[in-house]
């Protein structure tokens, strides 16, 4: 079959998706708690005003995260999460990030946030990639 990680052995592959899902997973857990730890920031400080229900959206996005980084480590949703992770972090990039990054380009957060969300997005649409065709092979 056709992987990003091409050797000799067809364990190591299967190694370095493990150990990157497994560190994937504790960051969005990881994550999804700081949204309930430090609520009161993104709340009130984070979310710009024209995104409505500060509080829903804080709440939501922190299960969601806390669900995503398990579902990646559950054999039969780990497809549906990460492309559903990767369309919530894509819509972050595009409804927060970039206007954020745009309100202050010289904001060092701002600019990492922007980079952050594009990154993992991409990550997970591609982790979503090698799922399905390990299925295949």
């Known amino acids: 079959g056709v992987y990003f990680l091409r050797t000799n052995s067809p364990r190591s592959g299967k190694i370095f998706l493990l150990i ?28 710009p005003s024209y995104i409505p229900f500060h509080p829903f959206w804080t709440y939501l996005c922190g299960i969601a995260l806390i ?38 380009i010289n904001n060092p957060s701002d600019q990492m946030g922007l980079c952050e969300s594009f990154a993992f997005a991409g990550i997970m649409f591609v982790l979503h990639g090698l799922f399905r065709m390990k299925k295949r092979n």
Do not use: C, E, N
């Open 20 to 47: 990157g899902t497994i560190f994937l997973s504790m960051f969005f857990i990881i994550s999804g708690f700081a949204h309930f730890k430090f609520d009161d920031f993104i709340i009130d400080s984070f979310m």
């Open 67 to 104: 669900a995503g980084g398990i579902g990646i480590q559950i054999y039969p949703l780990r497809k549906i999460a990460a492309v559903l992770v990767g369309i919530m972090i894509a819509g972050w990039f595009l409804l927060l990030h970039i206007p954020r990054f745009f309100a202050d």
